[in-house]
């Protein structure tokens, strides 16, 4: 549902805070020394994981984690992260070749394991790659399942068999990394076990390795129950606490925030909401320091920019090279003017759009295929479609703001980060449930689902206040 909006965030992450210390007093009770920034990255994930690598294990090690880099296999590797910790090992990636990736040979070589803990079946991670480790002279362990439920349940048996003593588990969705790795460093430093489910029922291989743990007294739900439902959580051994946003970044804050007396605060690590990639081969080393995760996207959202500011560390790591966390957020954020001290009303008005405090949206523009009009409309105006022939395609609308913030769209249960002086793009595509393809929504469909109109409305969010409300109507 979401793939064009997903298109247009991916064209470029952005971090770089150091330095955030001089524009905002909210941090000089934080600190007094500007963070610094590192980079770990390089030309693409394989190369980013050995760069990860070399930073946390400068000398040999006994064991690797070794997992699938490619974007439809990464949910196989999603409960790695705990047992990589216990084994010290770190994660090294390589592609779905026939042979190891060039840089997780190379790393392999340096590291000379006698290990290799293996998170997918060989229909990923080929038979011809573990052959490959057995000539290096590593054994490999093969802990893939079925699916990535039974692939969770293998790595905690795993940990089990390691000598890990499970008191607290985490649940996470199967389908969705990106809740997985919010939590995923702290799970790793805590001993956690992480198990993915599906969103309505509990996997039956997780359900029995659930039923033969004793001494559970906590479960942690990550994500809301879109994505890991109540049913699921009602069968869930302990203390059942569930961590969730609108969002993924908001979920991502929540679980920074639920375990803020966990986490220390000397190194935060950013990575690619997005490609979530970098985040993973990066747990085992966000965890030797019990560190955060911090997720972003092209911009860093609202809640997450709070996060920043008030815990401020000593360095942070960029997990990526500049294609995937560009330094551009950190002028972003230096530019951003502070909310107005008082109240968040708002105000509506034509021409020049809607107003509050320091927020302003500057343009706003409904984009038809062919084109119906000019397309200009006022916020809080209604757009006349009534005469447009029933094969118009309703792509969306464009919207433009003088500063960064959050597009928060009521009834749709979506945020969109919005970067000032820049038009963004909000597709239907991405908004109607089973309309995806990007070629909009035609006159016809919306009339039958809609009737004679349809609403979009929302707000603008700056750290987590209404600055401007948003209105456009579609006369259909």
Not at 206 to 211: A, G, I, T, Y
Request: hydrophobic share 40%.
């Amino acid at each position: 549902m979401r793939k064009q909006l997903n298109r247009l965030i991916c064209t470029g992450m952005a971090i770089g805070l150091a330095g955030l210390l001089a524009f905002s007093p909210l941090i000089a009770t934080a600190s007094t020394v500007s963070p610094t920034l590192t980079r770990l990255g390089g030309g693409d994930q394989y190369e980013t994981a050995a760069k990860i690598a070399e930073q946390g294990w400068t000398g040999t090690t006994d064991d690797v984690v070794l997992s699938a880099g490619m974007t439809p296999n990464l949910v196989d590797a999603l409960a790695a992260g705990p047992l990589s910790t216990k084994l010290k090992a770190p994660m090294i990636l390589t592609d779905g070749g026939n042979t190891l990736n060039t840089w997780a040979k190379q790393e392999l070589q340096r590291l000379k394991p006698s290990k290799a803990y293996i998170t997918s079946g060989t229909a990923v991670i080929k038979q011809s790659v573990l052959e490959e480790l057995k000539e290096m002279g590593i054994a490999p362990i093969q802990l893939g399942g079925y699916d990535q439920y039974e692939t969770s349940v293998n790595i905690a048996k795993e940990m089990l068999n390691q000598g890990v003593s499970v008191s607290q588990v985490v649940i996470a969705s199967g389908t969705n990394p990106a809740d997985a790795l919010s939590i995923a460093s702290i799970a790793a430093a805590q001993g956690m076990p992480i198990l993915a489910t599906s969103r309505d029922s509990l996997p039956s291989s997780v359900k029995s390795f659930l039923d033969s743990l004793s001494g559970v007294n906590n479960s942690y739900v990550i994500g809301g129950s879109a994505v890991v439902g109540n049913t699921v959580q009602a069968q869930l051994p302990g203390t059942v606490q569930r961590y969730a946003g609108l969002t993924k970044y908001d979920t991502n804050i929540s679980v920074l925030k639920g375990f803020s007396d966990v986490l220390k605060k000397d190194k935060t690590y950013v990575a690619n909401g997005e490609t979530l990639v970098d985040a993973l081969a990066g747990v085992s080393l966000a965890a030797q320091t019990s560190s955060a995760i911090l997720l972003t996207a092209k911009t860093l959202p609202t809640t997450s920019c709070d996060y920043a500011l008030l815990n401020l560390p000593s360095e942070y790591v960029a997990l990526g090279g500049q294609a995937v966390v560009p330094q551009s957020v950190f002028d972003e954020v230096m530019t951003t003017e502070p909310l107005p001290e008082s109240g968040s009303g708002t105000s509506t008005g034509g021409g020049g759009g809607s107003t509050s405090g320091s927020v302003k949206i500057q343009n706003l523009k409904a984009i038809m295929a062919p084109a119906y009009g000019s397309g200009k409309v006022s916020n809080g105006s209604t757009y006349d479609l009534s005469g447009a022939p029933e094969t118009t395609h309703v792509i969306g609308f464009s919207i433009t703001v003088n500063q960064s913030c959050d597009l928060q769209l009521d009834d749709f249960g979506i945020t969109i980060p919005l970067s000032g002086g820049e038009a963004t793009q909000v597709n239907l595509d991405d908004l109607i449930p089973g309309t995806e393809g990007g070629n909009g929504v035609s006159l016809k469909t919306l009339r039958v689902l809609y009737g004679d109109s349809i609403l979009l409305q929302g707000k603008l969010l700056k750290k987590s206040s209404v600055v401007a409300d948003l209105s456009l109507t579609l006369k259909l």
